[in-house]
């Protein structure tokens, strides 16, 4: 499957850390995102990152992509409490056009006072 | 980034009853797509839906479900006979507009609960 996979599942920093969240994915992909979705809400989305750039920064987060590993990166510099939630990546489906996006399991940040 | 809306928040229902669960963008769009997260699960692709046909589905989607746009702007889905399994939330999505079609931005959810 395509899936992407995070790591950690869980992660637990004090505030004023970086928060560095893992994505592994399976077959190539067109692009990478990075939506955040707090306690039993929506969807955000972050930041996305084309198949041919390696690294995006928006604001306190960075991204990275290594599409010879098929793995990217999301580090949230300077975390504060708000920036708790569960971080998802999501890889579209690049075959037969299809633009389903394929999400992994995410990784539930707690950044704590 | 275009705005969605859905209705309702929440929705509790009979096993067995027929549930319309609605999406409302804010700008025309042609491209809609339907996912699901069962709680504490992974969000999962269900349905896509250009200029008023299926483009794509996913096995989830079974002859249970079924989407339409009764009139131009809504989005729809609807589950014919709910079963237990159905419980989760549901979210609609929609492409970006130009320079990030290929973002989907999503609505706040309807969570459904079957009983």
């Known amino acids: 499957s395509q899936q992407g996979e995070e790591d950690p599942q869980a992660l637990s920093i004090q505030e004023g850390e970086n928060a560095t969240m893992n994505c592994s994915y399976k077959t190539s992909i067109n692009n990478l995102q990075w939506y955040r979705q707090n306690s039993g809400r929506g969807l955000v989305h972050l930041i996305l990152?084309?198949?041919?750039?390696r690294e995006k920064h928006s604001g306190r987060l960075r991204v990275t992509l290594d599409t010879s590993k098929k793995s990217s990166s999301l580090l949230i510099t300077a975390s504060r409490a708000a920036d708790t939630a569960s971080y998802f990546c999501a890889t579209d489906w690049n075959q037969g056009g299809s633009e389903k996006l394929v999400f992994g399991k995410g990784t539930k940040l707690t950044v704590n006072p | 980034e275009p705005e969605v809306t859905q209705t309702p928040s929440h929705q509790v229902t009979q096993m067995g009853q027929e549930v319309i669960l609605r999406c409302v963008p804010i700008?025309?769009?042609?491209?809609f797509y339907w996912y699901r997260q069962i709680l504490g699960q992974k969000v999962e692709f269900l349905v896509s839906f250009y200029n008023n046909e299926i483009s794509e589905k996913s096995e989830i989607f079974d002859d249970q479900f079924s989407v339409e746009r009764p009139d131009g702007s809504n989005f729809t889905l609807k589950i014919r006979s709910t079963k237990l399994e159905d419980s989760a939330m549901y979210f609609c999505?929609?492409?970006?507009?130009?320079?990030?079609?290929?973002?989907?931005?999503f609505g706040p959810g309807t969570r459904l609960l079957v009983l």
């Open positions: 700008s025309n769009h042609l491209y």
């Open positions: 990152i084309r198949s041919n750039e």
């Open positions: 999505a929609v492409p970006g507009t130009s320079g990030s079609q290929e973002t989907q931005y």
